[in-house]
Nanobody
Framework: QVQLVESGGGLVQAGGSLRLSCAAS????????MGWFRQAPGKEREFVAL????????YYGDSVKGRLTISRDNAKNTVYLQMNSLKPEDTAVYYC????????????WGQGTQVTVSS
């Protein structure tokens, strides 16, 4: 079964940067999409970004467009989220996710990594 493990979260001041990593294992990902969701206390999980494994096509949620960049390293089976110009409202638990391209649901989730942005 596919397993996803996030790392790279932490504390950062507003305007700062972080890079999150997601190590994937347990499958071949040529037919997958991988991405990131986030969830703040009391709020629903929010789509952040996705990337197609084979071609590298990316999509972003409106709230992060222009500040966050998703990428992947196929050789390392790793997905990244580069986070720049961070705002306090970016504070959340960030989850790495994966799904097959022929499915409409995100079937695989990592354990999450906390990102806290202070004013």
């Amino acid at each position: 079964q596919v397993q996803l493990v996030e790392s790279g979260g932490g504390l950062v001041q507003a305007g700062g940067s972080l890079r999150l990593s997601c190590a994937a294992s347990g499958g071949t990902f040529t037919s997958y999409e991988m991405g990131w969701f986030r969830q703040a206390p009391g709020k629903e999980r929010e789509f952040v970004a996705l990337i197609t494994w084979s071609s590298g096509i990316t999509y972003y949620g409106d709230s992060v467009k222009g500040r966050l960049t998703i990428s992947r390293d196929n050789a390392k089976n790793t997905v990244y989220l580069q986070m720049n110009s961070l705002k306090p409202e970016d504070t959340a638990v960030y989850y790495c996710v994966a799904r097959r391209t022929d499915r409409g649901t995100w079937d695989y989730w990592g354990q999450g990594t906390q990102v806290t942005v202070s004013s």
